[in-house]
């Protein structure tokens, strides 16, 4: 069966690919600030982000500010799951099946899911009421579906520009639901 989304995938992909080189550069500023301004930014501990394809919102500036407390990873392929290396600029990447960079390390040498303080998703659209629309893959649904039986870390934010904001996002029973969303001008928590 076909996603109803896909259309509004491409639609909303399109729309982040558009948006200017300058506007990306200050709008991966802009984002830095909302992420660090985050009530529940933690102090210490592994937090995620990824390597932006595709027309994503760049999370470079933000990891090039984090503090020595913090351990900036990013995603690995891990079955049908999403697993997180710790990664430094410089250190190996290897391409993942999708041609997505992901550190060159040992399966064991990743943390799960469980294990990180914070994760910060790419997004291809979102509503108010903090609905996130992902690439279809179901990766970080999959990888964070734990969190559907009981509140639990890590804390999730799903992160694009403001014009792939939508007005009402269709969700599905496996949507796994984030505890904000931010861009370059807004963050919206759930209530």
Known sequence: ?????????????Q????????????AAEQLADALFALPFAPPHGPVAGYWALDGEIALHRWQMRLPDALTYCLPVLSGEVLRFAPWRPGQPLTANRYGIPEPDVA???????????????????????????GMGGGWYDRSFAFRQARPAPPWLVGVGF???QVEDLPVQAWDVGVDAICTETTTFIPR
């Open 107 to 133: 399966a064991g040498d990743t943390l799960a899911a469980e294990q990180m303080a914070l994760v910060v998703a790419p997004l291809v659209g979102f509503d108010a009421q903090c609905r996130r629309l």
């Open 15 to 26: 729309r982040r690919r558009d948006i200017p080189a300058a506007q990306r550069i200050e």
């Open 1 to 13: 069966m076909t996603d109803p989304r896909s259309a509004l995938r491409q639609q909303l992909r």
């Open 162 to 164: 403001a014009a792939q």
